[in-house]
């Protein structure tokens, strides 16, 4: 793996030059937080931003997406037929991901990209990204991620990983894509390659900054039947108004619900990002819904980031401890709390 | 304010040992700075774990509506007005309730002390009058009045308007305060202003429902924007759809907001929600004379005829 | 909220009025042409990505 050194005052001319040939993304001030949008021309991303407060899922799977579109009238040869609609996958690239964020899209294609289930939209604008990464010097208090699997210098899921050292940044190539990357930026490569150590030290000292942990160990092992009648979740969710802030801020969550939406006689079909913390989730045709009540659908969103996930991968918890739920529910609901009660469990 | 939770804990005690309530509902420290957690406590020996200080500012009505049991519940101003809501709407019954009032000095604003601080905020201490606050690097210490939830700034019903225990002496009510500053703003600008101003606000709305959902007033069954048979509104981020979303969940809230600020609280994208809101009770204040929550005595102005409407069409 | 005055009224009629019933129904549609069709508050297609 190749470290290069990236001098400060390059940086600037290198992404213009990137900004040729790939869509840039990256964290930037809103009012008072901050998330990830396309940079403008001469935009630079805000590399000094702790945790943006939306995740960039939405970079690659937009919050409202376009399937496809149809038209109802009847002279139309093609009344009634779904039809693809042309979609732009051109490259583009996530500069200044945190490793927690980047670790996530891995997660997530686990159930896009699944052996029986491929989803295109998802695939193709994951397939079209290159995440360059960011270390993490000074975690948040709230960040458990070295307990979920993940870490601040975490590179599972990067192309590149950025480390900030003085005036330079040394960039670690992980993946062939952040090779690729890197050679349309061209900083100059060659002159000066670095070496891991420094990465490798600033690695152990960030990591030993995070002190808010998880235990996740027995959650194998639990019974799920008995997890799903435990006597706590009353406890747990009484709090909960159900607003789904927990979900919409995750990079890890997935779940959408696909709507048509018809003006005139042309239409649309579309996604929408859903919530198991909503009404309509999951409600049947029928008109009935195994998930009425709030308990049952805070019970859902645990057990499905802290059982059914680990049982169905066997590859951790579908969460990177990002932290974001933590901050942002409006009522304190915190998944730490509730992942070591649910691995702590007994009858 | 901090002095209240011992007498809290001991009317809970008491109500619950004589089995007065099933539950008393409260808050608990939370596992965040400023973030308390409310909870029920329905043993006497969970009682302790009640906090109270100026991070309770989550409106504790919401959790009433269409309960059964016998409930004690810690009310500050915003909540007891909302209880009398919830009473005259026939969500609970005012015998079903024990209410322990909280004459209220104010809930802190913990989004704009984050801003305000250099880095994150790791320890935060509470006085009477001050907000200590203390991370990586930094110290400070805060006037609590500059930091207060802009409602509770601009509050005038601090006291309890309806309790059965009171925790403490009645507060000083505000008076010098000018409640609509912001509105009346709003009131000024032309139409297309006001388009742009609404469209700016809204823009980073992720229609997560937060806002609806902190809110002790919406409790339908099923909310307009969640109805699929048939669907009144799209549920993608179309801005139009977003816009419908939140006049219409204002005008749910007409004669019923007690500006308890539990919406603006709620949304994680710092959206002032309340201006919506706000409006309309500037509205029903000054054409009803109507104030939410303050009597059970008097129906509110949209679900009574008077002869003396002060809309020419309807008389 | 940005709707111009006068696009939205309201007004009380009897089922017996049926002469200020047409009355009104001229007036507001005489106001409303005045103002053109409106721009804000109209969905066509979502606008989505
Ligand atoms: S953010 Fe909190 S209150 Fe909102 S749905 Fe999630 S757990 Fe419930
Ligand atoms: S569950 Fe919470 S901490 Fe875990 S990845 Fe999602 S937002 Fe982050
Ligand atoms: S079921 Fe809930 S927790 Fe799981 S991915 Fe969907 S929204 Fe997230
Ligand atoms: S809480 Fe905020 S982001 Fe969520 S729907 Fe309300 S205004 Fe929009």
Known sequence: MKVIKIDKKEWAKGLERLSKTYQLFGPAKHEAFFVFKALEDGELPDLDVQNTRLSPRSVIYPQSEKMFEYTLDEDQEDHHILKEIDKEYSSRAIIGIRPCDAKAFLLVKRNFDAPEYKDPYWIKSYEATTLVGHGCNAPCSCCFCTTAGCGPFHEEGLDILLVDVDDTYLAKIITEKGDRLLAAAGWDTKTDTATNDPIENMKEAAEAKITSMVSTDQLKDKSTTDLFEASFWEDVSFACINCGTCTYVCPTCWCFDIQDETHGLSGIRMRNWDSCMYPLFTFHGSGHNPRDTKTQRVRQRFMHKLKYYVDKYDNGIQCVGCGRCVRFCPVNIDIRRVCDLMNSFEL | ?315 | MGIEPGRLQFSWISSAESTKFVEVVNEITTVIKALGPHENFVKREASIA
């Open chain 2, 1 to 315: 304010m901090l002095s209240y939770i011992d007498k809290i804990k001991e009317i809970s005690r008491r109500l619950l040992k004589e089995s007065k309530v099933d539950m008393v509902i409260g808050f608990r420290k939370g596992t965040v700075v400023m973030m308390n957690e409310p909870c029920f406590v329905k043993t006497v020996a969970d009682v302790d774990k009640l906090v109270w200080d100026s991070n309770c500012g989550i409106n504790l009505a919401n959790y009433l509506a269409n309960r059964t049991e016998k409930i004690g519940i810690v009310a500050k101003g915003c909540d007891s007005r909302n209880i009398v809501t919830h009473i005259i709407e026939n969500k609970i019954k005012r015998d079903q309730v024990v209410i322990i009032g909280v004459p209220c000095k104010g809930m802190i604003d913990r989004h704009n002390i984050e801003a305000m601080a250099e880095a994150e905020i790791q320890e935060v201490i509470e006085t009477d009058d001050t907000i200590q606050v203390k991370g990586a690097g930094f110290e400070k210490t805060l006037d609590k009045k500059e930091v207060l939830q802009e409602n509770c700034a601009i509050c005038v019903h601090r006291n309890p308007v309806i309790y059965d225990e009171l925790v403490a002496d009645e507060v000083k009510e505000q008076t010098d305060v000018d409640r609509y500053e912001d509105v009346r703003h709003i009131e000024a600008l032309s139409p297309e202003e006001k388009w742009d101003f609404f469209e700016d606000l809204l823009s980073t709305c992720i229609r997560c429902y937060g806002c609806r959902n902190a809110c002790p007033l919406c409790y339908c069954p099923t909310c307009f924007v969640d109805e699929s048979r048939p669907q009144w509104v799209g549920k993608s981020q179309d801005s139009t759809d977003i816009r419908t979303f939140h006049f219409l969940r204002a005008y749910h809230c007409a004669g019923r907001c007690t500006d308890c600020g539990a919406c603006e609280r709620a949304c994680p994208m710092g959206i002032k929600v309340r201006l919506f809101t706000k409006k309309l009770e500037k509205d029903c204040l000054e054409l009803f004379d109507w104030e939410a929550g303050l009597t059970l005595e008097k129906r509110p102005p949209l679900d009574t005829y008077r002869p003396d409407d002060p809309d020419e069409f309807i008389r």
